[in-house]
């Protein structure tokens, strides 16, 4: 007990220290170290979720690119079917067109054809009336003075008659 | 600064004012506001302040779950509070005037009059009331923690090994059967428990030395201290003191941490039950006790 009055041992100075430390181990306890690692485990949490949604958008950002590519191939390959079907399609549709040109120029040409004969054969049988009208006309010319009116009326007649048999008028 | 006790300054009433309470309330001033401008200024995004203190309580928070386990709850809050506050208590012996703003006070002794500084404030730590009071709150929380923990009986086993023995005993089903015919085998049965008895006496008592070792360490390595910068200071005045200035730091840093790790670690060791020793020690050779159990 000496020994201890000697280092300076005060029972009230000893009792004071106690219930100081204990304090201060409550209030900081409650004020410093509470807080600070709630908010500390806040941000690790925060973070590890940040971590994992960014693995998490990877995953899907891969599923997504192959998913794309996938697209991407299948749409390509549809186009060239539908290119290649396209013109296979053209193909058929120049050949018919073709054809069907070939037809109606036939056909265009195959009436204008008709149409030259028919007006040939028109103008023929006009020129031959007219021909007929021009050498009836100019047969009565020739007989005035050659033979008398009966003779004239009886030769015309007849002329008529046998340029009309010969469809000459 | 001669003597080991702390000087008085005033009394309030019956209560003495030394310069080591004097310090304890700037030390306790300071701690607490650091917590308040922590506590106040508390962001998500943080600033250099609170970044520097979460550096400190993460850093040791994670420096002790790494001892500690799944027992950090518990053992961190003390586990801190010793090391922060003998920190800088003893660091609080470095700043300039602790320990050299006083005054002069003259007493009467056998020799005569005596003229002796009195230092207005001097670290806590170099007065064995506060490291005492410090040691014995660490020995009582550890303790406490312990028989929380165990329950009772299992802390009691921990010091009294024939605490087994009675409850199988009280189980009836004893280990050792007396040989009551033989004289030796008599007195050796009747001289263990006695020995046990003693025995666990001497592990408590152990604990009682822990607590004397803890404070007495600090003690006497922050008393020595703040007497050899007062020695040099007195003799250099410049330049010379640093590298004692420096040693004190490191002795400062050390002792707070030497102080700290030992209360985690006795609160460590007094909580973990005979079962879990084994399971830690030998792993192998508990699974091979399971199998011939079975």
New interface residues.
């Given amino acids: 007990m000496e020994v ?1 009055q ?5 029972p ?7 219930i ?3 304090i ?2 409550f ?3 409650k ?3 509470k ?3 709630d ?2 485990k ?2 690790e949490d925060e973070i590890k979720k940040g971590l994992k949604d960014k693995e998490d958008a990877e995953v899907l950002l891969l599923k997504t690119q192959e998913k794309e590519t996938q697209i991407l191939k299948s749409a390509n390959e549809k186009a060239k079917k539908i290119l290649s079907d396209a013109n296979d399609e053209a193909i058929k549709i120049r050949i018919k067109a073709e054809e069907q040109a070939l037809r109606e120029s036939e056909k265009i040409l195959d009436q204008a054809r008709r149409t030259i004969e028919q007006e040939e054969k028109e103008a023929e049988e006009r020129l031959t009336r007219k021909i007929g009208a021009l050498s009836l006309s100019l047969l009565q010319k020739s007989l005035v003075g050659v033979f008398g009116e009966n003779e004239q009326n009886q030769i015309l007649k007849k002329a008529t008659k046998e340029l009309e048999r010969k469809r000459l008028l | 600064m001669a003597s080991f006790a702390p000087e008085v300054i005033f009394y309030i009433g019956r209560f003495p004012i030394t310069n080591t309470v004097i310090n304890t309330i700037l030390v306790d001033g300071f701690l607490l506001l650091v917590a308040f401008l922590t506590r106040r200024n508390l962001a998500q995004v943080p600033d250099k302040f609170q970044n520097f203190m979460e550096f400190i309580v993460g850093g040791l928070h994670d420096f002790a779950g790494s001892i500690a386990g799944s027992k950090i709850k518990v053992i961190f809050p003390f586990f801190i509070t010793f090391f922060i506050f003998i920190l800088v208590a003893n660091l609080s012996g470095l700043i300039p005037g602790v320990g050299t703003i006083g005054f002069y006070e003259t007493s009467i002794t056998a020799s005569g009059q005596e003229t002796h500084f009195v230092p207005l404030n001097r670290p806590l730590t170099s007065d064995i009331n506060a490291t005492f009071a410090l040691a014995i709150v660490s020995l009582v929380a550890t303790h406490a923690y312990a028989i929380k923990t165990l329950g009772l009986t299992d802390y009691l086993t921990k010091f009294f090994s024939f605490i087994p023995f009675l409850i199988s005993v009280a189980k009836g089903k004893p280990k050792n059967t007396i040989d009551y015919k033989d004289p030796l085998s008599l007195f050796i049965s009747l001289l263990t428990p006695l020995v046990l008895i003693f025995v666990g006496f001497l592990e408590l008592l152990s604990e009682l030395v822990k607590a004397i070792s803890l404070s007495f360490r600090l003690f006497g390595n922050i008393y020595a201290g703040e007497v050899v910068i007062y020695t040099v200071n007195d003799i250099f005045a410049f330049i010379f003191p640093i590298p004692f200035l420096i040693l004190e730091l490191i002795v400062g840093v050390i002792q707070a941490l030497v102080f700290a790790m030992l209360t985690m670690v006795f609160m460590i060791i007094l909580s973990t039950s005979h079962h879990e020793e084994s399971n830690v020690a030998d792993p192998e050779g508990s699974s091979t006790q399971r199998e011939v159990s079975h």
Avoid: D, S, W
């Avoid at chain 1, 000697?6 to 005060?10: D, E, Y």
């Fill in positions: 201890l000697q280092l300076g041992f005060n009230i100075l000893f009792v004071a220290q106690i100081n430390f204990l201060i181990l209030i900081l306890k004020i410093l170290y807080p600070l690692l908010l500390l806040k941000r």
